[in-house]
Each structure stands twice: as C-alpha cells, then as structure tokens.
C-alpha cells in the first residue's frame, strides 16, 4: 500500500507531533557478529556468546552503533514520502544515548516523531526527529535520538521551499 506524499507545509503542521512506527526487526548474532566485521568492533560482549554470558549481559549484545544505523532501514517503513525528493542524507545527531542493552535475538522497532522542519536552501529541508528505539525484551529503550535528516528536493519539479500553510 502506497501512502501519501506530503510537502513541506504538510510536512510542518506534523511537528510535535508522532508520525510512525517501524514493524518489529530481529537482531540475530549472525547480524552482530556482520557488523563487528565491517566495524572491526570484536568486543568480546558482542561476539563471545561464553564470555558474555559470564557478564551482567547474560549474552551477547547488539552493538550501540548497529542500532543507529538500523533507524535509516526503519525510516523508510514509519516515515511518510516526501514529495519531491530527490535524495535524503543523514545530516546528524544532536542527542543520543544508548539506554538499554539489545540481546541477540531480540527485536527492535523505532517509534518517530517529528521535532522540527527547518528550510535550508531552496531545494533542501533539514527535518529533525525524536527516535525512541524500543525493544521487546524490556521497558527501557534500547536507544532515544535525535536525528537530523537532509531531504533534497528535485529543483525541476518543486517550487521554493515554503513552510507555512497555503
């Protein structure tokens, strides 16, 4: 099902306000241990199933920066389109704290809400969202973010950015 595409003043009526959810994403050791590869991150709480499970862990845990990179993937399921877009990029961070530990095996799924939609030229829109990543394992959430995403916007086929209603 295709959902609607909004514009940059529909975009703006959404800020505070709660936008998406992702489906639910299992975090298996094959994808940890992937992951410790391309980082070349071997912390032995990450890819020592023994040696973890000796640990307050109990096993072995997704790595903080696993999870981070996983919210452009839960992106694309919560987030509505965004019309026009040519590409968007991932600008930053201005908060992150990695509050819970994800086990192997566990499933993750971020909860977005829209915090603010910032024109930055005029083809481009800064949008900043609130992430909370929970788990299904705890109360806590794995991780509670706020992310900046760059959205550029074909300059052909859109007017000037302008954020106020029409």
């Not at 595409?5 to 306000?17: E, K, M, T």
């Not at 936008?19 to 994403?25: A, E, H, L, V």
Request: glycine share 6%.
């Amino acid at each position: 099902m295709s959902r609607p595409q909004l514009g940059p003043a529909q975009l703006a009526a959404l800020v505070d306000r709660h936008i998406g959810t992702s489906d639910w994403f299992a975090i298996d050791q094959a994808m940890i241990d992937g992951f410790a590869e391309v980082t070349m991150d071997h912390q032995f709480i990450h890819v020592d199933p023994a040696g973890a499970a000796r640990t307050a862990f109990g096993g072995t845990v997704a790595h903080g920066f696993l999870l981070l990179s996983l919210l452009s993937r839960m992106s694309c399921q919560a987030l509505p389109p965004i019309e026009h877009a040519a590409m968007t990029i991932n600008y930053g961070v201005n908060r992150l704290r990695f509050v819970s530990p994800v086990r192997a095996d566990a499933r993750v799924r971020g909860h977005f809400g829209l915090a603010a939609v910032d024109s930055k030229a005029p083809d481009r829109l800064l949008l900043t969202y609130d992430v909370t990543m929970e788990t299904d394992t705890g109360p806590k959430p794995a991780l509670v973010a706020q992310w900046l995403v760059l959205t550029v916007l074909h300059p052909a086929r859109s007017a000037p950015v302008r954020l106020e209603p029409t």
